[in-house]
């Protein structure tokens, strides 16, 4: 482990220099507004410069290559629905427009007398329309280059938290058939290696895991409908489609097609039938 992300409940300043000095682990949190610090940064932030966070648009949920083409026109014309509706909606309330986010870099504070190590700060300041801005601030013992990319280390502590979530309450991790730590710790390790593959699979096929899925919702995106054969030969292997497979084989010569329907025939039978009874008794 290289960064904790905390929330501010774990403000310690000896407990995050412990894990800096003697851990090696760099600890990400936010501060608490009644910190001697906060008001030493935000006093220093007056006279630094802010750089803006840009805002990216949200990309569009990718359209399925298997999707059918009548429900591709169905899905626009929906889209087009409600475009129309969102275009008739009244003006929001300015006080919840965000206009821009800014963050300042603050390096080396030394100031806080419970921490035995340098404190770097990020302050954050939200502009809406109305004119009025919200602050908040991350400090940090890790050596921070681009505030934008310690901000960003710290949103993700929304998914983290949510993964938490789902093992705890859907995976049993707490549900234990014994007394033995090894079993226990044999079980709560496979189930998480189990859940990070898993995680793994979903990152692999749609890019971007969604983070609150159950693991019955995880079952149906994983339940790929997709046969493959895959034919060995020597060194060498080739993967193709159940229904291309099927067309090669009844284009071989007759010869050939005799030959490939014996093989397929062995397979069959050694799928379908029990194992034999290697050692007998």
């Not at 591709?72 to 003006?91: D, F, I, V």
């Not at 496979?190 to 159950?214: D, H, M, V």
């Amino acid at each position: 482990m290289k960064l904790l992300i905390l929330d501010r409940g774990f403000v310690d300043g000896k407990r995050i220099s412990y894990c800096k000095e003697k851990l090696g682990v760099d600890v990400l949190l936010p501060m608490k507004k009644n910190m001697n610090i906060w008001e030493d940064a935000w006093a220093l932030g007056q006279q630094a410069s802010w750089k803006s966070v840009p805002q990216t648009p949200t990309p569009p949920n990718p359209v399925p290559h298997q999707r059918p083409d009548h429900i591709r026109r169905r899905e626009a014309k929906r889209q087009q629905t409600l475009a129309k509706k969102k275009s008739q909606l009244p003006a929001p309330d300015p006080s919840e427009v965000l206009l821009e986010t800014q963050v300042c870099l603050i390096k080396g504070f030394e100031s806080w007398p419970a921490a035995s190590v340098p404190i770097h700060v990020v302050l954050c300041r939200e502009n809406y329309a109305d004119g009025h801005q919200n602050k908040w601030a991350l400090m940090t013992t890790q050596e921070v280059v681009d505030p934008l990319k310690t901000r960003e280390n710290y949103l993700r502590r929304v998914d983290i938290e949510e993964r938490h979530r789902l093992l705890k309450c859907f995976y049993d991790l707490a549900k234990f058939g014994s007394r033995s730590l090894n079993a226990i710790l044999a079980q709560v390790v496979f189930i998480l290696l189990s859940f990070t593959l898993r995680q793994w699979q979903l990152w692999k096929l749609f890019e971007e895991p969604p983070a609150g899925l159950s693991p019955k919702r995880i079952d149906r995106k994983l339940a790929i409908h997709d046969q493959q054969v895959v034919i060995y030969y020597k060194l060498a292997y080739t993967q193709m489609p159940l229904v291309t497979f099927t067309r090669e084989l009844l284009q071989l010569e007759p010869k050939a097609r005799a030959k490939a329907l014996i093989k397929v025939k062995e397979l069959e039978q050694s799928l379908l039938c029990p194992m034999e009874n290697i050692r007998p008794p």
